[in-house]
């Protein structure tokens, strides 16, 4: 098939070839719909015809440099190609493609001329490339990896120890392992080598036994386990003792496009709810006539688009702002996650006890449930972006949230170009910069009408700048034990508050910086009143509920956009139709 190439807002023809490539998944008659991926669910297996059709579109392309063959240019064309992916098979998402995103990250990182473009060739073949960082003993822990890559007398690396939970490492070519190449503890002793599986025994027998799971079931996590194996030396994925900082500049790309991939779980999970609630006939009515019904439907409309705000923010400072986005890629993480799996459990009881059926036209949310659990712990854990977070809050204290250098002019604007992905620019501290969080009150000083027709925009807003104020005077006096894994709750719960001024900052920023928007719904600040209602302002509690003007708003735009067929983000495309598939 045909791929259009990227340009400024190029990136929806993309997303709408791969949209109609895949095809209409209600579609009985579709080999692709829901009835075959729930089937190759139920086998615990991942969906052989859809791997074949991203085969067909060439989705490894989309994770390769343009410099080496591929069209990955923008990050967030990336999220919004792999949001269709996502919409229909999370296991397809993360095991086809987002697993070898993750791998590959390092390598176009780190990585050697010589591993780049074999890498590139890898994806562009569509061959995947698996990435081995975890073992169950240490979880997030990587300072305490126990695999070891240490010189052995001949020169050459010996392997030792085991890797587990690894998605594909059987099914890939190539492997990126973190492992110990020093014995001495410190953030030097790690190192990340590329292992082309082409070395290893035939007869298969380092790899460990499949690890089920509940959710994701299709998706191939193993493990492997070495024994004195020998690997040449130049297989180290850039300089000794540096794995552990490649590793954490890597996660701030994927942490933040994971999470916004799974935002397409949601926007399939909202649509299935409402055909169900439409259909069911309760107290004689239609369930979805119901005012609870729909508010509950408008809250989780609202809290797609506050998730989709946030992260799309996010990913656009990855090119913009690279030195800030340690902050924001583990604020992401941490807020948008919660969200999302909150949201999906109150769908969840709107359904009653349909949302576990497995079979029937609706069954797709169970799995869709089940899947989305990860976003919550996988590649990441919550806890530990909260608790990479804590540390920096003094810092951030005194250095930004007084008040800092304006944004990049074009930093909101989605019709903006961006620059390449810069591999090269990311590090690993903020060292206490980031301008995000003090541009949300310069927007609102800068918007003097803001908030006439929805009062609270002005009102949350008003509020999250002033407990930026506030945070500042406390943080700024937090002693050091309060910023260890040992911290008390209450300073947890500053790191909470900080994220929520992230996340309305970032809002109010899309908001301002897409006025001359073609599309009259990002323009309109209806979408924004409601995003910032759901920003839960307590730590210990939920997100407040709409209010009425907004709720019958948001309800209303969320029938439109399932009636029409459009996507339910704020940048807005059609879904698939039922024509016949591009092959």
Same mark, same amino acid.
């Given at each position: ?352 006890? !349909?949302? =576990? #059926?497995?079979?029937?036209?609706? /069954?797709?949310?169970?799995? @869709?449930? *089940?899947? &989305? $659990? ?121 790191? !909470?508050? =900080? #994220?929520?001024?992230?996340?309305? /900052?970032?809002?109010?920023? @899309?908001? *301002?910086? &897409? $006025? ?68």
């Amino acid at each position: 098939m045909t791929i259009p190439t990227s340009g400024p807002r190029a990136f929806p023809h993309r997303a709408d070839a791969i949209e109609q490539h895949l095809g209409d998944p209600r579609d009985p008659g579709n080999p692709l719909g829901f009835r075959h991926i729930l089937a190759a669910d139920e086998r615990a297996e991942m969906f052989a015809d859809g791997e074949r059709a991203l085969d067909a579109y060439g989705l490894g392309a989309e994770f390769v440099p343009t410099q080496y063959g591929g069209r990955l240019t923008r990050l967030d064309e990336l999220v919004e190609i792999m949001r269709s992916v996502y919409r229909r098979d999370p296991c397809l998402g993360l095991g086809y493609g987002a697993s070898s995103f993750i791998a590959s990250v390092n390598v176009w990182t780190a990585g050697s001329e010589e591993q780049r473009r074999r890498v590139a060739d890898l994806l562009l073949r569509n061959r995947k490339v698996a990435v081995a960082y975890h073992e169950l003993a240490h979880g997030n822990d990587m300072v305490g990896t126990e695999f070891e890559a240490l010189p052995g007398p001949d020169g050459q690396l010996l392997l030792n120890g085991r890797k587990e939970v690894v998605t594909n490492i059987q099914r890939a070519d190539a492997v990126v392992l973190f492992a110990r190449t020093d014995r001495r503890p410190g953030s030097r002793s790690h190192s990340q080598l590329l292992l082309d599986k082409a070395w290893l025994p035939e007869d298969g027998r380092c790899y460990l036994p499949r690890f089920p799971t509940v959710g994701m079931r299709g998706v191939q996590l193993g493990g492997m386990e070495f024994k004195d194996f020998r690997l040449p030396a130049d297989t180290l994925l850039g300089q000794p003792g540096h794995g552990l900082e490649t590793a954490l500049r890597c996660f701030q790309i994927t942490r933040t496009t994971l999470v916004a991939m799974f935002t397409g779980i949601l926007d399939t999970a909202l649509r299935t709810a409402v055909r169900h609630l439409s259909s069911r006939t309760l107290y004689g009515r239609p369930a979805i006539d119901l005012p609870e019904v729909r508010s509950v439907l408008a809250a989780t409309y609202a809290d797609l688009l506050l998730c989709d705000a946030f992260s799309t923010v996010a990913t656009r400072a990855i090119h913009l702002v690279p030195a800030e986005t340690a902050i924001y890629s583990s604020a992401v993480k941490y807020f948008v996650s919660k969200v999302l799996m909150d949201a999906m459990h109150r769908l969840s009881t709107l359904l009653g006890s !349909h949302f =576990y #059926v497995r079979e029937g036209e609706h /069954a797709i949310f169970q799995k @869709l449930l *089940r899947d &989305n $659990q990860l976003a919550g712990f996988g590649h990441a854990a919550r806890a530990a972006c909260q608790m990479s977070l804590l540390p920096q809050l003094p810092l951030l204290a005194r250095r930004s949230w007084q008040g800092a250098e304006p944004l990049p002019e074009d930093f909101f604007r989605l019709d903006a170009e961006l620059p390449p992905v810069p591999f090269d620019r990311l590090v690993v501290s903020a060292s206490g910069r980031e301008r995000l969080s003090s541009s949300l009150a310069a927007n609102l000083a800068a918007q003097p009408g803001l908030g006439a027709a929805f009062p609270g925009i002005r009102a949350i807003g008003g509020e999250l700048a002033e407990d930026l104020r506030r945070l500042a005077d406390e943080c700024a006096s937090l002693p050091p034990t309060e910023l260890t894994v040992a911290a008390g709750s209450a300073s947890y719960d500053l790191t !909470h508050r =900080y #994220v929520n001024v992230l996340a309305g /900052a970032a809002c109010v920023g @899309l908001w *301002r910086g &897409n $006025q001359q928007d073609r599309d009259p719904f990002i323009v309109d600040p209806a979408w924004l009143a409601s995003a910032l209602a759901r920003i839960p302002l307590r730590p210990d509690g939920p997100p407040a509920r709409l209010p009425d003007a907004l709720e019958r708003l948001m309800f209303d735009e969320l029938m439109k956009c399932h009636e029409s067929d459009t996507s339910l983000g704020l940048v807005r495309r059609g879904l698939a139709d039922r024509t016949p598939r591009e092959n």
